[in-house]
C-alpha cells in the first residue's frame, strides 16, 4: 500500500521479502567463486559513501555524465517529452534528475531503488523541491522482474545514469534492456548513460581512489551483511581489490581474506582460505557500437548519442 505524507509524494514498498535476500547471499557465498551482488552495496550508509566515491577526483563517470545532461538537458528532453512518466532505475540522491526535470516537466517521476531509508529521504527532498511534481518513490530490487505498484496514463520513459549499466554481465545486461523496453512499450524511451571503454590506467585509478573512499564503499557490505542477516563479518579481516580486466571489458572489484577464518550467517558457516575472494561488483565498459547492439536486440529501435571531449563517457537516448 502506497504511504503520503503530502499531496505530491507517495511511496511504496514492494522490495523482495528478507528470507529470499538472505538465501541468495549464503548460496553466493557457497560457490566456488564466492559473490556478493552489488545491490547489497545500498543500505543508507552505502549509498553514502558511493556519493563520497562520485566526488574524488580520480572518478570521472559523474563528473563527465553531469557535465553532458546540463549541456544537453533541452535536446535530451524534447526527445523524451513533456508529461510522460519519468521512471529512475537506482535513483540513489535523484542529484542528476534534478538536471532535467525543469526542461523536462514530467507529469509525474517515480525513482526506483532497494534502499528504503535513502529513497524516502530523498524523495522527501525532491518532492518540497519541485512542489509542482507528482513523486511516486518505489523501494524494490530493479534487478528482478517487476510491475509498478500504481498506474497511471502517460507515455513511460526510464531513467539509468551512472553506468550502472555495466554492473551487469553482458547477458544480464541486454537482459534488463529487454526488461526496461517492456516496461516502457512501444511510445517509451530509455535515457541511459554507459561507461566507454578507455585508457587502463584511466579506469583502474577511478576504482582505487587515493583517499580510500571506494575501499570502505567496498568493505561497508560486510557490515550491511552483518546487520541485515545477523552475520558476524570482522571487515578488518579482508582487504579491498578492483583491476581493469580487458578481455573481458570490466573492472573487476574483490574482498581478499587475510587469513583461514569462519564465518556465521544466521546459523550458516562460511569458510575462507587465506587469500580466498569474495567478488563484489563488476563494472563493464561498452564500445559504443557493442552498447548499440545489445540494445537493438533488445527491442529499443533509435537512438541519439552524446559523448565528451575525451569519449570517455556517453549518454545514450533509445526509443
Same mark, same amino acid.
Given at each position: 500500500? !502506497?504511504?503520503?505524507?503530502?499531496?505530491?509524494?507517495?511511496?511504496?514498498?514492494?522490495?523482495?521479502?528478507?528470507?529470499?535476500?538472505?538465501?541468495?547471499?549464503?548460496? @553466493?557465498?557457497?560457490?566456488?567463486?564466492?559473490?556478493?551482488?552489488?545491490?547489497?552495496?545500498?543500505?543508507?550508509? #552505502?549509498?553514502?559513501?558511493?556519493?563520497?566515491?562520485?566526488?574524488?577526483?580520480?572518478?570521472?563517470?559523474?563528473?563527465?555524465?553531469?557535465?553532458?545532461?546540463?549541456?544537453?538537458?533541452?535536446?535530451?528532453?524534447?526527445?523524451?517529452?513533456?508529461?510522460?512518466?519519468?521512471?529512475?532505475? @537506482?535513483?540513489?540522491?535523484?542529484?542528476?534528475?534534478?538536471?532535467?526535470?525543469?526542461?523536462?516537466? !514530467?507529469?509525474?517521476?517515480?525513482?526506483?531503488?532497494?534502499?528504503?531509508?535513502?529513497?524516502?529521504?530523498?524523495?522527501?527532498?525532491?518532492?518540497?523541491?519541485?512542489?509542482?511534481?507528482?513523486?511516486?518513490?518505489?523501494?524494490?530490487?530493479?534487478?528482478?522482474?517487476?510491475?509498478?505498484?500504481?498506474?497511471?496514463?502517460?507515455?513511460?520513459?526510464?531513467?539509468?545514469?551512472?553506468?550502472?549499466?555495466?554492473?551487469? #554481465?553482458?547477458?544480464?545486461?541486454?537482459?534488463?534492456?529487454?526488461?526496461?523496453?517492456?516496461?516502457?512499450?512501444?511510445?517509451?524511451?530509455?535515457?541511459?548513460?554507459?561507461?566507454?571503454?578507455?585508457?587502463?590506467?584511466?579506469?583502474?585509478?577511478?576504482?582505487?581512489?587515493?583517499?580510500?573512499?571506494?575501499?570502505?564503499?567496498?568493505?561497508?557490505?560486510?557490515?550491511?551483511?552483518?546487520?541485515?542477516?545477523?552475520?558476524?563479518?570482522? !571487515?578488518?579481516?579482508?582487504?579491498?581489490?578492483?583491476?581493469?580486466?580487458?578481455?573481458? @571489458?570490466?573492472?573487476?572489484?574483490?574482498?581478499?581474506?587475510?587469513?583461514?577464518?569462519?564465518?556465521?550467517?544466521?546459523?550458516?558457516?562460511?569458510?575462507?582460505?587465506?587469500?580466498?575472494?569474495?567478488?563484489?561488483?563488476?563494472?563493464?565498459?561498452?564500445?559504443?557500437?557493442?552498447?548499440?547492439?545489445?540494445?537493438?536486440?533488445? @527491442?529499443?529501435?533509435?537512438?541519439?548519442?552524446?559523448?565528451?571531449?575525451?569519449?570517455?563517457?556517453?549518454?545514450?537516448?533509445?526509443?
Amino acid at each position: 500500500m !502506497p504511504v503520503s505524507n503530502q499531496s505530491s509524494l507517495f511511496f511504496y514498498d514492494i522490495n523482495t521479502v528478507l528470507e529470499d535476500t538472505q538465501k541468495e547471499v549464503t548460496l @553466493g557465498l557457497q560457490r566456488p567463486q564466492k559473490m556478493i551482488s552489488p545491490k547489497f552495496f545500498y543500505d543508507e550508509m #552505502g549509498s553514502k559513501l558511493f556519493m563520497e566515491i562520485t566526488r574524488q577526483p580520480e572518478y570521472y563517470l559523474t563528473r563527465t555524465e553531469t557535465l553532458l545532461l546540463r549541456e544537453y538537458a533541452d535536446e535530451m528532453a524534447d526527445l523524451m517529452g513533456e508529461n510522460c512518466l519519468l521512471i529512475e532505475y @537506482g535513483s540513489g540522491s535523484s542529484e542528476k534528475i534534478r538536471i532535467l526535470l525543469e526542461s523536462l516537466r !514530467p507529469r509525474a517521476y517515480a525513482p526506483l531503488d532497494i534502499s528504503k531509508e535513502y529513497l524516502g529521504a530523498a524523495a522527501g527532498a525532491l518532492a518540497s523541491e519541485f512542489p509542482w511534481l507528482e513523486v511516486h518513490a518505489t523501494c524494490l530490487d530493479f534487478t528482478e522482474d517487476f510491475e509498478l505498484p500504481f498506474t497511471m496514463d502517460a507515455r513511460r520513459v526510464a531513467f539509468f545514469p551512472g553506468s550502472s549499466i555495466g554492473n551487469f #554481465g553482458r547477458a544480464e545486461a541486454r537482459a534488463f534492456l529487454g526488461r526496461a523496453r517492456r516496461l516502457v512499450g512501444d511510445e517509451g524511451g530509455m535515457l541511459i548513460g554507459v561507461d566507454l571503454k578507455k585508457d587502463n590506467a584511466v579506469l583502474n585509478a577511478a576504482y582505487n581512489d587515493n583517499n580510500g573512499i571506494t575501499e570502505k564503499f567496498n568493505l561497508h557490505v560486510l557490515t550491511h551483511l552483518n546487520e541485515k542477516f545477523d552475520a558476524d563479518f570482522d !571487515p578488518k579481516n579482508f582487504t579491498h581489490s578492483a583491476v581493469y580486466e580487458p578481455e573481458k @571489458g570490466c573492472v573487476a572489484m574483490y574482498l581478499t581474506s587475510l587469513l583461514a577464518q569462519n564465518v556465521q550467517i544466521d546459523g550458516t558457516s562460511i569458510s575462507f582460505e587465506a587469500g580466498e575472494k569474495i567478488h563484489t561488483e563488476n563494472s563493464h565498459k561498452y564500445a559504443k557500437e557493442e552498447f548499440l547492439d545489445m540494445a537493438l536486440d533488445a @527491442g529499443f529501435t533509435q537512438h541519439r548519442f552524446w559523448t565528451d571531449i575525451n569519449n570517455w563517457f556517453g549518454i545514450f537516448y533509445l526509443s
